[in-house]
Nanobody, 125 residues
Framework: QVQLVESGGGLVQTGGSLRLSCAAS????????MGWFRQAPGKEREFVAA????????EYTESGRGRFVISADKAKNTMSLQMNSLEPEDTARYYC??????????????????WGQGTQVTVTT
């Protein structure tokens, strides 16, 4: 089992920034990829960004590329998502997740076995 705890969500105005963090504990040696997903009310959970624990490069959703930066401290089993130039469309609950089985990023939620409880991000106009 891997336990995940997110932090850093909140309320921000359009154009503002937030930094989300995720701390992993438990069987962290099984981590293949750590990722961020988000889910807005009435919508499906969607991929935001992910970073492999291998040397393979990170990936971003098209809407986040250039605005979001994912990083990780693999020695501490933590991951962060710096979100800049936030828009109301970014409003959602953001979830940290772990994919045990892949060395490269997979973007479908079903590939990720472990999930945190999520942290709410609300962007106002």
């Amino acid at each position: 089992q891997v336990q995940l705890v997110e932090s850093g969500g909140g309320l921000v105005q359009t154009g503002g920034s937030l930094r989300l963090s995720c701390a992993a504990s438990g069987r962290t040696f099984t981590i293949g990829v750590m990722g961020w997903f988000r889910q807005a009310p009435g919508k499906e959970r969607e991929f935001v960004a992910a970073i492999p624990w291998s040397d393979i490069k990170e990936e971003y959703t098209e809407s986040g590329r250039g605005r979001f930066v994912i990083s990780a401290d693999k020695a501490k089993n933590t991951m962060s998502l710096q979100m800049n130039s936030l828009e109301p469309e970014d409003t959602a609950r953001y979830y940290c997740a772990v994919d045990r089985l892949s060395r490269a990023v997979r973007t479908i939620p079903a590939a990720y076995e472990y999930w945190g409880q999520g942290t709410q991000v609300t962007v106002t106009t």
